[in-house]
C-alpha cells in the first residue's frame, strides 16, 4: 500500500554474499525506513568465513511550502566482523600476506554512523545543501571522526557552478578544512555544445 513498503536485495561477488531486507513507511511525519544487511566473506584457505550485519534506521522529510528536503537520524550500527564489499575484497587480498593476523581485519571497522543532510532550492538560481556525519570504530581506541559540508550548485545563463567547503575532525589525523569549486561553460548554442569545465580544490590542515 502508498504507507509500507518492502523491498530487498543481493550482493554476490568472488567470496563475498550479502543480502539486505527493509521496510519503509510513509507517515504524514515523514518517511521512515529500516534495513536489516547480513553478508559473508570467504577468507580463503584455512582462515574460512567471517560474517556481520548492519541495521540502518533513517527518516526523511520534504517540506512542501519551502521544498527543503531534510533527512535525518540516518542512523547505521554494524557488527564488529560486518564488510561491505570493497572492505571484503581487500580483506581476501591482505590475509594473503606472510604474518598476517586476522585480528588485524577488524580493527577500525566502523561500528556507528549518523548523517544527516539538508537540501534547500533557492528560486531559478539553485540549491543550497548541507551535510554532516559521525563515525565511531570498533577497537580499543573506538577512534571517531566527524565531517560537515555546505555548498551550493547553481546555473545561470547556461553557467553550472558549484562552490563547497568541508571541514574533517579525525582522532588521528587531526583537523582538515577544504574548498572546491567548479564551473562548466558551454561553447555556443547548439543542442549538445561542447562545455569547457574548470575546477579548484585546495585546504589546509588545522
Known sequence: ?????????????????????????????????????????QLGGSRGSASGRSVKVAYSKLLSE???????AAYRYSSSRYMTLSQAVDARERVKTAGYQDQWLWTGNERDRFDISVDQPVGTLGSFFLTGSTRKAWGGSGASSRQFEVGFNGNAWDISYSL?????????????????????IPLGSAAKPPTLSSQYTGGHGQ
Open 164 to 184: 563547497s567547503a568541508s571541514r574533517t575532525n579525525d582522532q588521528y589525523l587531526g583537523a582538515q578544512t577544504q574548498y572546491f569549486v567548479s564551473l562548466n
Open 66 to 72: 519551502s521544498r527543503t528536503n531534510f533527512t535525518l
Open 1 to 41: 500500500n502508498n504507507y509500507l513498503t518492502g523491498y530487498g536485495g543481493f550482493q554476490v561477488s568472488e567470496g563475498f554474499r550479502a543480502g539486505l531486507v527493509g521496510l519503509g513507511m510513509n507517515t504524514p511525519l515523514g518517511a521512515l525506513s529500516v534495513d536489516l544487511t547480513q553478508e559473508n566473506t
